[in-house]
């Protein structure tokens, strides 16, 4: 098995991280939405603790997952492999499962804002339906840990620019974009509810931007465009000024730090997943990415964004996470954006 060399160099920072792994010992995890860019590489962490025998039993991945084809392909390098199992289901059906499930990643979402203007109702419910069956499996299951995957759109338009998680916004319910933050609430409330009323061990993370190998380039977030134009020698083309301020937080860091929440975090709390000491404008980093690579002789270009689009753009001009309760936690990512985004683009050539 040949996997890329940034990959490899991620996953020894990730399980080299001072964390209980051996909580996982012999334990089933079912993590929703698993080959999407965020689940996969906590799917790919736990599947290399068995791989380097960091576990005294190894543990067993149930990946479930809408398009069987896209999950078995992302997970190629692990065929044949007895420690991962797929369950190919919509996550907002019932789901019903034989034997223990003892860890719960509910992480299935679109994710990206060029599916809240065309799929807004199918945004919404893996976030509220979806969520509504993972709790009740947790429940039935006796599962000793739930973490729901939320998202730093769950603030709205803060004042601060920096929030910590008691710190909340304005958001419109009637903006078609909302559906995307507005479920995200909801999915958090429905979290805190299964806890209060059935005592469900759930764990709430919300990721700030985070970018890394195997992001889908064509997601239509601009950071991974301006990382596809990098690694296809093309000019990154502004849409927008460009103002918008941004955290960005390396894939690895951000897995260690799901990672913390789940094994570490406290019930019924939420905990920001970001890092604030890599801010940029979003101009700013077009024009590092391509300063990054002299050699390819690129530029960034500006130019106004077309009327019809299906992206719908955040009114938020600046948000960075405090991130004060993840490192009460022990967390602490330290990847800034140059280091970062040279990994991430190296990722998606050859090394060979």
Request: with cysteine; net charge negative.
């Amino acid at each position: 098995m040949k996997r890329h060399p940034v990959f490899l160099q991620d996953m020894e920072q990730v399980a080299g991280l001072d964390l209980p792994w051996g909580d996982f010992a012999g334990k089933i995890v079912l993590i929703t939405g698993a080959s999407g860019f965020l689940p996969a590489y906590m799917v790919e962490t736990l599947l290399w603790l068995n791989e380097q025998k960091k576990l005294s039993t190894p543990c067993t991945v149930i990946a479930l997952v809408r398009n069987e084809d896209k999950a078995r392909q992302r997970f190629s390098d692990y065929a044949g492999r007895g420690d991962l199992k797929f369950v190919v289901q919509d996550v907002c059906a019932p789901i019903e499962m034989e034997g223990p499930v003892d860890y719960i990643v509910h992480a299935a979402s679109q994710a990206s804002p060029k599916y809240y203007g065309t799929d807004p109702v199918g945004t919404l419910s893996a976030n509220v339906l979806g969520t509504h069956q993972l709790l009740e499996l947790a429940r039935s299951k006796g599962a000793k840990r739930f973490l729901f995957f939320s998202s730093a759109e769950v603030y709205g338009a803060v004042a601060s620019g920096q929030p910590n998680e008691q710190q909340y916004g304005y958001l419109d319910p009637l903006a078609v974009r909302s559906c995307y933050a507005e479920s995200k609430r909801m999915g958090e409330n429905m979290a805190v509810c299964w806890h209060h009323q059935f005592g469900l061990p759930v764990v709430i993370a919300r990721p700030f931007h985070t970018y890394g190998p195997g992001m889908d380039l064509g997601d239509g977030r601009v950071f991974a465009d301006f990382v596809a134009d990098i690694v296809a020698g093309r000019d990154i083309v502004m849409k927008s000024d460009g103002l918008a301020v941004r955290a960005f937080c390396y894939l690895a860091e951000a897995t260690a730090g799901f990672f913390t929440v789940l094994l570490k975090g406290a019930d019924g709390h939420a905990y920001n997943i970001g890092n604030d000491g890599a801010q940029s404008s979003i101009v700013g980093l077009a024009e590092l990415l391509v300063s990054l690579f002299p050699e390819r002789n690129l530029r960034v270009q500006k130019h106004d964004l077309p009327c019809a689009t299906a992206y719908l753009q955040s009114p938020v001009n600046r948000i960075c996470p405090d991130i004060t309760k993840a490192r009460d936690l022990g967390w602490q990512p330290r990847t800034g954006l140059a280091d970062g985004f040279t990994k991430t683009i190296r990722s998606f050539e050859p090394w060979e």
